[in-house]
C-alpha cells in the first residue's frame, strides 16, 4: 500500500575481515560509554578508509550481527565493538538505534542516533528527524532537524514520506493546524511536481483533511476525504473523520452511515499502514474503542 522511498545501496563485499580477534574486554564495551581519547588513538582512526572499505566494513559487521536476534546481547555486543574499532563509521550508530526505539528505550537509542547524525548528516539527519517525530513525539525537536535536512537536502524524503508530510505532522501535534495544512498541502505538490497526480499519497490527503477539520473547514475536509477514498476506497480512519465533519455540518444520515461504513473496514483491517505503525501509533490514527469494539 506504501510506495518505497529512498533506498540506500550497499557496495558488494569480495573479501574483509577484521574482527576475528575480537576479545571478550572489547565485546563488552558499549559505543555510548567511549572517551575521546579512545576513539582518537591511531589504531581507531578510519581516516584511510575509502567509501567502498567504509560500505564494505559494514556489510560485513551487518552479516555478523544478522545472524542474532533484533534485540539480543550478541547482536550489541558484535556492534558494539565494530564502533569501538571503527568509529566514524554512521552506519554502525543507526544498526544499535533501531532496536532500542523499537523496544521503547528511545533515551538509550538517541546518543546513538545523535552520534550516527553528526558523523553523516546527508544521511542520517532526517532519519533522526523522523524517529523523533513518530517515536519519540519530540516534535519540537523533529521540526528543527527537518529543517535543517531541508536546507541540506532540500525537498526529499524519508522513510516514504517528504520532510513536509513528518513537518505537517509535527505541527499537526502541536495544534499549529494553519502551518500543518500548509505543509501537507507542500508534500503534495511536491508529489505531483515530480511524478504526477497519480503518486499523490492518501496519507497525505488524510491529514490534509485532518488539519482542514482542525481549521473547522468541514466541507474542504470533507472533499479531500473523498480525494482519498478514491486513492483507497476501503480507509476507516479516513471514513471515521469523514463521519465526524459530515455531523458537524448537519448531514446526520451520511455520518452515521459513514461511521458504519468505517467501523466495517477496521473490523476488516483496512486500516491505516505504514511501516511503524506496528511499534508506534501515529497521529489520530483511529482506535479501536472509538468504534466500541
Sequence with gaps: MIYSGKIYRILIVFSIFLFACESKEELKNSAKNLKDSEINTPQNKDLALTSFETDSIAKLVLYKAGRYPLNSEKRRNILDSAITKHPKIAYLYQQRVMPLYKEDKDELGLPFLEKAAALDPEKWLDYMAFMKCIFSKNYKDAIVDFNKALELNGESYVMDHSYYFYLGLCNLQLNAFEKAKDFFEKSIAQSVK??????????????????????????????????????????????????ICLGRIGEIEKAEKTFIEAKEDFINDDIMYEDNTIYERYPYQVRKSWFGL
Design 194 to 243: 515530480e511524478d504526477g497526480e497519480e503518486w499523490i499519497h492518501f496519507t497525505d490527503l488524510m491529514y490534509l483533511g485532518i488539519a482542514n477539520y482542525e481549521l473547522n473547514n468541514f466541507e474542504e475536509a470533507i472533499k479531500i476525504f473523498d480525494e482519498a477514498l478514491l486513492l483507497q476506497p476501503k480507509f476507516s480512519d479516513v471514513k471515521y473523520y469523514k463521519a
